[in-house]
């Protein structure tokens, strides 16, 4: 598992990719959610935060693969 | 419905006719999203504009695979620059041609909406003094 | 605002985004008009395009005046073409700049709309063995 | 007085400009539109026709002078 963090979640983590070994043993979406929000509570304060696996967006209760691509997206603001 | 989808690092604005001209096609509509000098009175130095590249695409290709769907146009054209970006210059095209100029306007209006809604892009904006992600806090 | 209006017998489409950048603009609409290939399923050779030229011109300073008046707008264009134009070439440029997207498909919409409404520009379609003056009969 | 005619206003009319001696007397854009279609009937075939004063629509009430330049306004189709 990979997990990517872009724009503001990237600041707020420090760094802009995880190999997540420490995640290893998370169910889903909605486990690596609390997990992130306890480790780094200031991503509690954004407006939104939603999360993709393997580029598509996914919701709290979809279940994480060993192998997939995890990625935070913070509101999007883009044109 | 051909489509032209594109993340760049500049933008050249001045080929959009050439793009979507086509001979089926009465009516193009285009928007140019721009960097203004100024944001809610602050005095902007510039932009930085990041994506999540792959899935940013293919978000642009879901865009255009809808307004196939809803319009009838003969072509489709959505590019964003990522990087740094100075006033006046261009940060968005997107466009739509068609037989008729309603449905032009439609999409185009559809076009930009949905990308700054659904589009995994994210803006910074720049100040003498201060750097903020856009929308990012309520 | 600042305006650029023009009659011209060759317009240049890749130079309109400049024309309407301004510092204060985040958002730029722009629609062309262009020739089709075919007009109700006959095959259209070239049309022709003729002015009553300081009417047209003065008619269209006239919408620049209200669409001033109903939106916040930094810039707007509206060029025409005249004379022979064939198929894929463009015949009408019309575009606003303005701080927000609203406003500027809102104005750029008006714009064409109400060029297609009341300046005095006659079209006239050629086909094979045909040539018929667009709109002239019920 | 001089009359302009566009579009298939000219085809009908076979040329795009009259000085208009003959039409000397009319008093208002209505008793101009009431001859032309008199000596061109093909004009009440149109979809519409106005008439424009100096650059200015006209209504059919508006009184025409010696110098006005008068134009015969077929549908417009620009665009």
Not at chain 1, 32 to 41: I, T
């Amino acid at each position: 598992m990979k997990i990517l963090f872009f724009g503001i979640t990237r600041d707020i983590v420090g760094k802009p990719e995880f190999d997540a070994g420490e995640f290893k043993e998370i169910g889903t979406v909605g486990d690596l959610r609390d997990l992130l929000n306890a480790k780094y509570p200031r991503l509690k304060d954004l407006s939104s935060l939603n999360f993709a696996i393997n580029e598509e967006f996914a919701e709290d209760s979809k279940a994480i693969s060993a192998n997939d691509e995890i990625a935070l997206i913070p509101p999007v603001s883009g044109g | 419905m051909e489509r032209i989808i594109e993340l760049v690092e500049d933008l050249d604005p001045g080929k959009v006719y050439e793009e979507l001209s086509h001979p089926g096609s009465g009516g193009i509509c285009v928007f140019f999203g721009a960097v203004r000098e100024a944001t809610k009175k602050r005095k902007v130095s510039h932009l930085f504009f990041e994506s999540y590249e792959n899935m940013a695409i293919k978000e642009m290709n879901r865009i255009a695979d809808e307004v196939a769907e809803k319009w009838n146009l003969n072509k489709v054209i959505i590019k964003h620059a990522v990087g740094n970006k100075k006033v006046q210059e261009p940060v968005v095209i997107v466009g739509a041609s068609s037989a008729h100029r309603d449905s032009s306007f439609e999409a185009c209006r559809y076009l930009i909406d949905t990308l700054k809604e659904k589009v995994p892009i994210w803006k910074k904006e720049f100040f003498d003094d201060d750097e903020v992600w856009v929308s990012a806090h309520p």
